[in-house]
């Protein structure tokens, strides 16, 4: 049975659409966290996913060049980095939420108010961009995330297991770096921002450990087996030090986890 318009699979399309980026962000904030579910259906690929503002333009990772923090377009393009990854996570929480069907409703409401944080910090680093003369679409973006969520639409195991337990668990990592010289360069105002990212990202990860885990036990795998198959299969990128292990435990990553990680670089 198809969902019906107010159904929250389907309701998640609206903003997953959105081509204007903060407009993206408000609808998401604006989507009611008590619509009715239907697990099961399967919702047809409406095309077009997801919206995109005409900018910034994507290029190649490696063809991003930083600028130095002492000055605002250094800091700038530091933030409107941090900002496109917010919007590409606002679209991967979406995306769950209408492409995989038959999981349990708190599945679906975990990820509704992962959108919802996501698009937070969105708007909370676009503002002060905005205050700083700059604006989100300033610069150049590469699609580095969104490029891992098309090679895992496939298999809700590789999608979760690969996009936040590795690629937005990097941001564990990074976060204490990047809040650090945005202090030092005098930016406190964007130092607190990064304060609220790095405690609610933490959450995030942890609800792609404890899915992944579900689905594995589900399907009878082991699940750090099955996480050294999937980096190797999806070519995850090759995660390196320095690791945020305090956040990285309190997300749910165990000792062998972690042990791995530090011996092997995933």
């Known amino acids: 049975m198809p969902p019906s318009p107010m159904d929250l699979r389907n309701a998640v399309l609206g903003p997953l659409l959105a081509q204007n980026a903060v ?42 060049k930083a600028k130095p923090l002492n000055t605002p377009e250094g800091r700038a393009l530091l933030l409107h980095a941090i900002a496109h990854i917010e919007l590409n996570a606002i679209d991967l929480a979406l995306d769950v939420v209408w492409r995989f069907d038959s999981m349990p409703e708190d599945f679906y409401r975990d990820w509704l108010r992962i959108a919802k944080e996501e698009a937070k910090h969105f708007l909370l680093i676009q503002k002060h961009l905005v205050s700083m003369g700059f604006d989100y679409g300033c610069f150049p973006a590469h699609n580095s995330l969104w490029d891992m969520a098309e090679r895992t639409k496939g298999d809700l195991l590789a999608r979760i297991g690969l996009v936040p ?39 995030h990860v942890a609800a792609g450990n404890r899915w992944y885990r579900h689905v594995c036990k589900e399907r009878g795998l082991d699940p750090i087996a099955t996480y050294r198959e999937l980096i190797q299969q999806y070519d995850a990128p090759k995660l390196k030090s320095p690791y945020n292990l305090e956040a990285r435990r309190m997300a749910g990553f165990d000792d062998e986890e972690l042990q791995y990680l530090a011996a092997n670089g995933l």
């Open 23 to 64: 407009q993206k962000a408000e609808l998401t904030l604006g989507l009611q966290a008590d619509l009715p579910l239907n697990c099961q259906a399967v919702i047809a690929d409406p095309g077009g996913i997801p919206g995109r503002p005409l900018q910034p333009v994507l290029v190649s990772h490696t063809s991003l």
């Open 165 to 203: 337990r590795t690629m937005e668990a990097r941001g564990l990592d990074a976060s204490p770096g990047v809040k650090n010289k945005l202090i030092s360069a005098g930016d406190l105002a964007a130092g607190r921002i990064m304060d609220i990212i790095l405690e609610e990202e933490i959450g």
